[in-house]
Nanobody, 124 residues
Framework: QVEVVESGGGMVQEGSSLTLSCTTP????????LGWWRQAPGKEREAVSC?????????YYDRSVKGRFNISRDNQKGTAYLQMNNLLSKDSGLYYC????????????????WGRGTRVAVSS
């Protein structure tokens, strides 16, 4: 069974908004901190944002997304979200949802479960 599933990517123009969603059909949603990672063409995968277990910790690792992106999670629905506003071409890439243990992790080696990614393409 697939453990992490992302959706919501698309092709948009700069200034547009997208909301990515992440579910964990193969995992107990409430047991994991959930993060969003991005891999741009020719670059390494990097952490974008993370939402801890009970909302006590929210991180935006990429400073350029602060004020534009908003991460959230709904434990009742078993879904995590990344709302992306005022998108820029540099935001383009394959966005992955990642489940870690109890805490958010910035090192990809500490990610327990990866989704397959959803592509975001922003044209200028």
């Amino acid at each position: 069974q697939v453990e992490v599933v992302e959706s919501g990517g698309g092709m948009v123009q700069e200034g547009s908004s997208l909301t990515l969603s992440c579910t964990t059909p193969g995992l107990r949603f409430r047991d994991h901190a959930l993060g969003w990672w991005r891999q741009a063409p020719g670059k390494e995968r990097e952490a974008v944002s993370c939402f801890g277990l009970a909302g006590e910790a929210i991180y935006y690792y990429d400073r350029s997304v602060k004020g534009r992106f908003n991460i959230s999670r709904d434990n009742q629905k078993g879904t995590a979200y990344l709302q992306m506003n005022n998108l820029l071409s540099k935001d383009s890439g394959l966005y992955y949802c990642a489940a870690t243990g109890s805490f958010c992790e910035e090192d990809s080696a500490d990610v327990l479960h990866w989704g397959r990614g959803t592509r975001v393409a922003v044209s200028s």
